[in-house]
């Protein structure tokens, strides 16, 4: 038997496969309202939080922004935000030798990287999709 509970799940696991970028509960909860009726930013809420406790969520924080969340398990990348819409993008990949940054005595052993500028959308082209 489905849920209502389940359905409201299931659409917000949608949200994050079609949007394919980090999102903060006020897009899911925009992306995912045409979905299920009656979905609010509190429903939101808790099935974000349970679908980070079951690992099928990642939370993504940057700096002076409330956080956003990806679906687990990427490899290691970075990510950009558009300083016009304030959306946050996938970067794929990294750099080799930023390590090399930190002088001789330092020993690295993670780093966090955001880009920013604004996005195809907002610099008035559309994605190629
Ligand atoms: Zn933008
Ligand atoms: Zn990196």
Excluded at 22 to 51: C, F, H, M
Aim: charged share 25%; proline share 4%; aromatic share 6%.
């Amino acid at each position: 038997m489905i849920t209502r509970n389940t359905r409201q799940k299931v659409a917000i696991r949608e949200a994050f496969e079609e949007a394919g970028r980090p999102l903060s509960t006020g897009e899911v909860l925009d992306l995912a309202q045409s979905k299920v009726e009656k979905l609010g930013i509190a429903t939101v809420y808790r099935n974000v939080k349970s679908l980070v406790d079951e690992g099928w969520l990642a939370t993504v924080e940057l700096p002076g922004e409330t956080s956003r969340y990806e679906i687990a398990g990427k490899d290691h990348h970075h990510h950009f935000q558009c300083e016009s819409c304030s959306r946050v993008f996938e970067l794929h990949g990294c750099l080799p030798g930023l390590d090399r940054l930190a002088e001789t005595g330092y020993s690295v052993r993670r780093h966090e990287l955001v880009l920013y500028g604004s996005c195809p959308e907002c610099n008035g082209n559309r994605p190629a999709r």
